[in-house]
């Protein structure tokens, strides 16, 4: 252990050096510059899996590379997509389970790195990766699913409707998922906008602003944006109803969440998160995450082009309807 803890923890003060010391590239009023294509496409998760219990937050330098070969979306990327083109399908076997096989899905191949180090959630308190839901939030999310249906539109989730993207890409906090993982940051001294990859999404954030009154619950919520030193911080309340059971953090009337964006490095935005909100969380909770530049700029998200399955399990459902005894 004191052999694989010297490595590690020089690591991490050589990196956590690197940082402070760094001098990020400023706009013409001296502000770090965030502008740019991004990317948070990575194996790590919001949460920790069960899979990484005995492991914590940071995986050893020594056992990242078998954590990376052994992960389930490496070996799915390796292995999926050995199908040869041949008869049209006849549907009975949708690839073995699955609408969608490896071709389409991009989650990243190396989990996230943060000041240098290989984690396993982005969560980093509480430690054990976890969100402390409260039980009334906790009953929040039991409702959300146990409302989904197929009466109509409505009761299917808002990605499904290409209202805002599903797991929380645009947030907050921003989350990363299977595919579609970029962002495009444009500033100036008033604002900040984060387009979102995933169904384009995009979050205009006043800086030095008022929020908005009480009675405008916008999607992705009500964000404001100050100068902490050398730090862009935002804090958001008032996340839209239905889309507060179904984010990476429901947030009720009264809780906030506050994101904090700072140029590590040329190549990464450290990306923080505390989320507060005593209704829903038993502790507030945090996290960092790195968006790391990208030279790929994003194609345009035809969501609604093409989109048999919100249709197709709609008509489904009214087929079945007709059938006798239905009721």
């Given at each position: ?6 490595p590690?923890?020089?690591?991490f ?5 690197a ?9 013409a009023?001296?502000?770090p ?9 990575s ?9 990484y ?7 050893p330098e020594?056992?990242?590379?078998e954590?990376?070969n052994n992960?389930?979306q490496?070996?799915?990327q ?8 041949g008869?049209l399908?006849d ?6 389970g ?6 389409w899905?991009?989650?990243?191949s190396?989990f996230?790195?943060?000041?240098g180090e ?9 430690e054990?990766g ?7 939030g906790?009953e929040l999310?039991?409702i959300?699913?146990a409302?989904r249906?197929?009466?109509g539109?409505?009761?299917?989730s ?22 579609n993982?970029?962002?495009?940051i ?5 604002y900040?906008m984060?387009?979102v ?5 995009t ?16 999607w ?7 100068w902490d ?6 804090e ?7 889309q507060?059971p179904?984010?990476a ?12 964006f ?5 190549e990464?935005?450290?990306y ?5 909100d005593?209704m829903?969380y ?29 249709t ?7 087929r ?7 009721d």
């Amino acid at each position: 252990m004191i052999r694989r803890a010297l490595p590690l923890t020089l690591a991490f003060f050589t990196s956590v050096a690197a940082a402070q010391s760094y001098e990020p590239p400023r706009t013409a009023s001296g502000k770090p510059d965030l502008q740019g294509f991004w990317t948070n496409a990575s194996l790590t998760t919001m949460q920790r899996s069960s899979a990484y219990e005995g492991v914590g937050l940071v995986i050893p330098e020594d056992e990242l590379p078998e954590f990376t070969n052994n992960h389930h979306q490496n070996v799915r990327q390796a292995t999926d997509d050995g199908q040869v083109q041949g008869e049209l399908p006849d549907g009975s076997d949708l690839a073995r389970g699955r609408g969608y096989n490896a071709f389409w899905v991009d989650p990243g191949s190396q989990f996230g790195r943060v000041k240098g180090e290989s984690r396993t959630s982005w969560i980093t308190y509480p430690e054990n990766g976890r969100i402390p839901f409260s039980e009334e939030g906790s009953e929040l999310r039991r409702i959300a699913f146990a409302r989904r249906g197929n009466d109509g539109p409505e009761g299917r989730s808002l990605g499904e409707r290409c209202i805002i993207g599903f797991g929380s890409t645009g947030g907050p906090p921003m989350n990363n998922v299977l595919y579609n993982n970029m962002y495009q940051i444009v500033q100036t001294d008033d604002y900040l906008m984060i387009m979102v990859e995933m169904v384009h999404d995009t979050r205009i954030i006043p800086i030095n602003g008022d929020h908005r009154p009480d009675a405008l619950v916008p999607w992705l919520g009500d964000s404001v944006a100050y100068w902490d030193g050398d730090t862009l911080v935002v804090e958001t309340v008032n996340l839209h109803p239905q889309q507060a059971p179904r984010n990476a953090a429901p947030l009720s009337r009264q809780g906030k969440i506050v994101e904090r964006f700072s140029r590590d490095s040329d190549e990464q935005i450290l990306y923080e998160f505390e989320v507060s909100d005593s209704m829903y969380y038993t502790e507030d909770w945090r996290g960092e995450m790195t968006f790391n530049t990208t030279d790929t700029k994003p194609y345009e998200y035809a969501c609604h082009e093409g989109n048999y399955g919100l249709t197709g399990i709609l008509a489904g459902a009214r087929r079945l309807e007709l059938e006798p005894g239905s009721d």
